[in-house]
């Protein structure tokens, strides 16, 4: 009798646990919510997440993680495999001397407009000299993720326990498929998530850097510059200031 009340009240004490982190997640919260994540954006069950549509995997990780990790031990070992196949889906091919992401789409630089490189199909991509250089369209990608992204999707394009690490998505999903969940957004609320993601077609300080933001995050998703501010940048063109000055303005 005993311990079946304890056993009732210890269960009712984990759906609370798990229940309470999910009401928390609102839009109005995220950054609470990126601290946690950020902390937690090296644990490696973060990458995964957006690409599997069940939902336990997600409740798990948003549940263990706002617990402070009381009840991880047991939701997330099943994750465990994951990283391990991750890494092996992101690596960038070679394919008679393009840069090819797994997704089969060429990021070889091909042609530069307003300031901005593009692969042979128009599609934004980034260009990184020998020394380490970065083109200033990816550097302003840096600034403009850390400025608009990072409270949710963590630092570097990482992710987090709230949002998934964007630094992976843009190698799997595509160009056009990014470009529309930033201009609409996208939602999963169900009993075991509540995630917003907002809608930035009308946010110049977003839409006007869309392809930037895109460029950085390809940066990282394939380790051509590594976390952090880029140490050394192009110089901003007359172009990409044109350019800028009648998107902000426009
Ligand atoms: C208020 C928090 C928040 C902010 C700010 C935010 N996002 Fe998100 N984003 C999310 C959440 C949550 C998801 C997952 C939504 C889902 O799975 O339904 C997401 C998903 C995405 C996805 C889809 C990823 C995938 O693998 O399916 C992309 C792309 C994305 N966000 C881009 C961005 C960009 C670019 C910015 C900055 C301009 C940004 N987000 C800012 C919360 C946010």
């Avoid at 709230?162 to 609320?189: H, R």
Wanted: aromatic share 8%; with cysteine.
């Amino acid at each position: 009798m005993t311990s079946n009340l304890t056993a009732s009240l210890l269960a009712f004490g984990i759906v609370c646990a798990s229940a309470t982190p999910m009401l928390a997640q609102t839009a109005e919260t995220p950054p609470a919510q990126a601290g946690a994540g950020a902390a937690a954006a090296t644990s490696g069950n973060a990458p995964d997440a957006p690409a599997t549509p069940p939902v336990a995997p997600q409740g798990g990780a948003g549940a263990a993680t706002a617990t402070s990790g009381e009840a991880q031990p047991a939701t997330t070992p099943p994750a465990a495999p994951a990283p391990a196949a991750t890494e092996e889906d992101l690596a960038v091919k070679a394919d008679g001397g393009k840069l090819v992401l797994p997704n089969g789409q060429d990021i070889t630089p091909e042609s530069q407009e307003n300031g901005r490189w593009y692969n042979a199909e128009g599609i934004p991509t980034y260009k990184i000299e020998a020394d380490g250089t970065v083109d200033y369209a990816t550097f302003s990608g840096y600034r403009r993720y850390s400025a608009e992204c990072h409270v949710c999707h963590g630092p570097d394009g990482e992710g987090s326990t709230y949002a998934p690490a964007l630094k992976n998505s843009v190698l799997k999903m595509d160009y056009y498929a990014y470009q529309e969940i930033v201009a609409s957004g996208k939602q999963e609320v169900n009993k075991a998530a509540n995630l917003v993601m907002p809608a930035f077609g009308t946010n110049k300080n977003v839409w006007c850097y869309v392809d930037d933001i895109y460029a950085y995050l390809l940066a990282r998703g394939t380790d051509a510059i590594p976390r952090g501010r880029p140490a050394k940048k192009e110089s901003k063109s007359d172009e990409f200031t044109a350019q800028e000055d009648s998107c902000m303005n426009g």
